[in-house]
């Protein structure tokens, strides 16, 4: 392990270990532009691998009960707006923060699958409606518990306060980029 004084502002001392490879990339900056800035290295890199780790894993589970991410959401966000498992393609939209022709694909996939029905509403005529169908329902009870679950046990060999503590970091973290990035907060993405 090295300690250095990293100059990013202010002073930041820390272990660094020299076989880790996100470590031995923000040491080997520092060693070839001492001043890099690689307070970040750490974390971002982290949070990258994380995500790539987790989105082919989240793949292969949904590959294997011949689903897709796309569907999932679509399906999920149905089944947590409640019974009777409605919501118009403007809302669908926004709680997916897809644009409305991705959802407009999307809808037609599924319904093509007998998982959602379409209907017109009566309230505009350019409006329409989306309801789970009991076939949609079942999949989405089944994949909800396949990456749910999967999830958690991706994350068990943290113990239940570092999880908290994780949680709440991320929380923060995440807030006050989607604030300094002028991205408005939703909290449904990505989440069955």
Not at 76 to 101: D, F, I, M, N
Not at 133 to 160: K, S
Not at 175 to 189: F, I, W
């Amino acid at each position: 392990m090295a300690r250095l004084e990293l100059n990013v502002g202010v002073a930041v001392a820390r272990e660094w270990d020299e076989n880790d490879p996100v470590d031995a990339t923000a040491l080997a900056w520092l060693r070839e532009r001492p001043g890099t800035p690689v307070a970040g290295i750490g974390i971002v890199t982290r949070i990258w691998r994380l995500a790539k780790l987790m989105g082919e894993d989240r793949r292969r589970t949904l590959a294997a009960a011949e689903a897709d991410a796309a569907t999932l959401d679509l399906l999920s966000v149905l089944r947590r707006a409640g019974a009777p498992y409605r919501l118009t393609t403007r809302e669908l939209a926004e709680r997916t923060r897809v644009t409305a022709g991705a959802i407009s694909q999307r809808v037609a996939r599924a319904e093509q699958s007998g998982l959602v029905e379409r209907a017109r509403t009566s309230a505009s005529p350019r409006g329409v409606t989306v309801t789970l169908t009991p076939d949609g329902h079942e999949l989405v009870e089944e994949l909800v518990d396949r990456v749910l679950g999967r999830e958690a046990e991706l994350v068990d060999c943290l113990t239940a306060e570092q999880q908290e503590t994780l949680t709440e970091l991320l929380r923060v973290l995440l807030a006050e980029l989607e604030a300094r990035l002028g991205h408005p907060r939703h909290t449904q993405v990505g989440t069955p």
